[in-house]
């Protein structure tokens, strides 16, 4: 079974997420553009802080002036870069919220579902699932009977369609406790990672 950042990670490296591939390159373009003309500012910002200074305090205004330039050409990279990020984020959500539209997205959802009965295992032996009102039909009853055999827990369907985008949502047969495993949570559970591996991508290891 997939877990969920080999889920996220497919959506940006096969071909069905060319136009992520797209945005990073032109991000890495860009950040590279960025952090060209950030050092350029510094540099001018140095020279013009070191013309302009009196005799007297020289040696200490150009350090202050030099130190103020630096952080200024820092500060407008790092603003620069998360603006990047933040939009390849956006077109990398984009790409895992078009799940549904994939051939293999009932083996994923199959692999959510295992997911989710397997953390909610010691909370009981019978479980249902809601997916939104599209996906109610994805499964066939046959493949819900052998997901729970092959989990050793009782599964059936939900018919109370979801409000999600995808995914599936898997209840307690009480449904006092859950575990939200729609794409939605999943992203949002794996933001972090994402962003990481992200600014690896577009910054060089995220320096």
Do not use: W
Request: aromatic share 6%.
């Amino acid at each position: 079974m997939q877990n969920n950042i080999e889920i996220l990670s497919k959506v940006i490296m096969d071909d069905a997420s060319r136009d992520v591939r797209s945005i990073l390159d032109k991000a890495r373009t860009e950040s590279e553009s960025i952090t060209e003309e950030g050092i350029r500012k510094a540099e001018e910002l140095k020279r013009g802080a070191m013309k302009g200074k009196g005799q007297i305090d020289l040696l200490c205004n150009k350090a202050k002036a030099i130190s103020l330039a630096e952080f200024q050409a820092r500060s407008e990279i790092l603003g620069r870069k998360e603006e990047i990020l933040s939009g390849v984020l956006q077109q990398v959500q984009k790409a895992f919220f078009s799940l549904p539209d994939r051939e293999d997205y009932p083996e994923i959802v199959k692999g959510l579902i295992i997911q989710a009965i397997k953390y909610l295992k010691e909370d009981g032996d019978a479980f249902v699932c809601r997916f939104n009102e599209r996906d109610q039909s994805l499964l066939s009853p046959q493949i819900f009977n052998d997901l729970g055999k092959g989990c050793d827990r009782a599964l059936s369907l939900d018919t109370t369609p979801a409000d999600i985008v995808g995914g599936v949502i898997v209840f307690r047969s009480d449904f006092r406790v859950l575990y939200d495993n729609s794409l939605e949570a999943v992203f949002e559970r794996n933001r972090q990672q994402m962003r990481h591996m992200a600014a690896e991508c577009i910054f060089e290891n995220g320096k």
